[in-house]
C-alpha cells in the first residue's frame, strides 16, 4: 500500500503543534467525497455496468477523473496515470474546495516537466473502488443508499476493466504511455497484458508481479484492525454522527501501512529516539516522536479516506497474480508489447526490487527499458525513502519517464 498525497510525498519530520491543531476535533464518518460535496476540478464519465471476476455484477459505475494539456486532433499524445492504493485524480493542483490535499505528483506532471502537459495529454482517473468520486463503497447503490459492506468484491482486473471502458467513453482507442506506481502499477502490468494493442508504452513504478504472502499478512492485519473497531458496525456507519465512526480502526491501519512504506533508516535518522515534548516517555505519559508522527498521519487519514474504501482496495491488492488463469507470470508477461520501464527502489521493503526484476525477466527482446545496452532490465533508484520514494524522488523518476515518452513505440507491423 502507498503514500499517494502531497504530506507524504516529503521525507518524514517532527509533527508540530500546529499540525496537531489541524486534525483537532471529531473526525468524521466518513473521508470519502460525496454527491452534494465541492466538484473541484473533477469530472465524471458514466461507464455502465461491468461483469466481475467474481461472478458479481455492478448495475452501473462511474469514474472520476481529472486532466491536463490538450488531445491532439490525432489522439496520439494520450498519457494515462494511474493512482495507488489510497491517492485519487488530483496529480497536481492546490487542495481546496472539493480536494483535500495538495496533487500527489506536482513535481511531476506540468509544462516543461516529465509529463509534459505542453506535449501530452494526461489523464489521472480515480480508481473504481475509491472514495473520491468513482464508485466506491461510500457511493449511492440503486436503493440510494450506500453500499457499505454490499458492495461487491472488486480484482485488479475488474478496475482495468473500468479503466478500459473509460477510455472508450473519452475516445481513445489507444494511449501514448500509461504509469503508474505501487497499485497503479499493477494497473499499469494489467493493462500492458490484457490490452496490448492499446497502448504503446509502460511505465511500472515500483509494482510487483504477484502479490506474495508476506504482502497479504500484512494487508490482512490492517483490514482486522478497521474490522475489530466497535464503531466499524460490520461496514453500516454512514448515517453515524461525526465521531462515532470507526476513526480509530481506520487510523491504525493507516499507521500499520506506514511503516512499511518508508525505510528503516529514514525513520532512525529523522527521529532517533527523540521525545515529541519535553515529558519523558519512559514512565511519564510522555511520547516518542515516531509515535506522534504515526500518530498524526493516521488521523489525517481519516478525514480523507472511507473504512468500507479501504478493505475493497487492500482486498483488491491482495487478488494481483498476473500468471492467474495465463498459464503463470512469464506467460503472461510474454503478452506485452509495449516499449516497458520498470524502475524499483532500492530500500523499498513493501515491494523490494526482485519483483521488478522478474518483470523484466519476462519481457520480450528489445522491450524494456532498463539500464543495460539491449535495453532490458530494471532501473534501481537509489532513495532512503523506502517505498514512497517513486513519490518524492522527482528528479530521478522524472529522467526515467522523459526516457519512455521518448522512446519509440513498438513496431506492431505483422
Known sequence: ????????????????????????????????????????????????????????????????????????????????????????????????????????WSGIVGPGLALDTDRWFVVAPNMLGGCQGSTGPASLAPDRSEWGPRFPYLTIRDQVAAQVAFSDRLGIDRWAAIVGGSMGGMHVLEWGIDQPDRVDRLGILAAPPVT?????????????????????????????????????????????????????????????????????????????????????????????FDANSYITLVEAM???????????????????????????????????????????????AGLGLGPEPAGAGTVVIESGYGHDGFLIEDEAIGAQLRRLLAAPGPDREG
Not at 321 to 344: F, N
Request: glycine share 12%.
Open 318 to 364: 491482495n487478488s494481483h497474480d498476473v500468471g492467474r488463469g495465463r498459464g503463470g507470470i512469464d506467460a503472461a508477461l510474454s503478452r506485452i508489447t509495449a516499449r516497458t520501464l520498470i524502475v524499483g527502489i532500492d530500500s523499498d521493503r513493501l515491494f523490494p526490487v526482485d519483483g521488478q526484476r522478474v518483470i523484466a525477466a519476462g519481457l520480450g
Open 1 to 104: 500500500m502507498e503514500w499517494q498525497y502531497s504530506e507524504d510525498t516529503v521525507p518524514s519530520s517532527l509533527v508540530t503543534e500546529a499540525q496537531v491543531r489541524s486534525v483537532a476535533g471529531k473526525p468524521p464518518v466518513t473521508g470519502a467525497w460525496r454527491d452534494g460535496d465541492p466538484v473541484g476540478h473533477r469530472r465524471f464519465v458514466d461507464i455502465g455496468g461491468l461483469d466481475l471476476e467474481a461472478g458479481q455484477r455492478l448495475p452501473a459505475a462511474r469514474i472520476a477523473y481529472e486532466s491536463w494539456g490538450e488531445l491532439s486532433p490525432a489522439r496520439d499524445n494520450a498519457v494515462l496515470v494511474l493512482h495507488a492504493l489510497t491517492g485519487d485524480s488530483h496529480l497536481v493542483g492546490a487542495s481546496g474546495s472539493g480536494h483535500p490535499t495538495a496533487g500527489w
Open 212 to 304: 506474495t504472502a508476506d504482502q497479504i499478512a500484512l494487508n490482512s492485519v490492517q483490514i482486522e484492525a478497521i474490522r475489530t473497531d466497535p464503531l466499524f458496525r460490520s461496514g453500516e456507519y454512514y448515517d453515524a454522527d461525526a465521531g462515532d465512526g470507526p476513526s480509530r480502526g481506520l487510523a491504525l491501519a493507516r499507521r500499520m501501512a506506514l511503516l512499511n512504506y518508508r525505510s528503516p533508516s529514514e525513520l532512525n535518522q529523522r527521529f532517533e529516539r527523540s521525545w515529541q515534548s519535553d515529558i519523558t516517555p519512559l514512565g511519564s505519559h510522555g511520547r516518542f516522536a515516531v509515535e506522534s508522527y504515526l500518530d498524526f498521519h493516521g488521523n489525517k487519514f481519516t478525514r480523507r
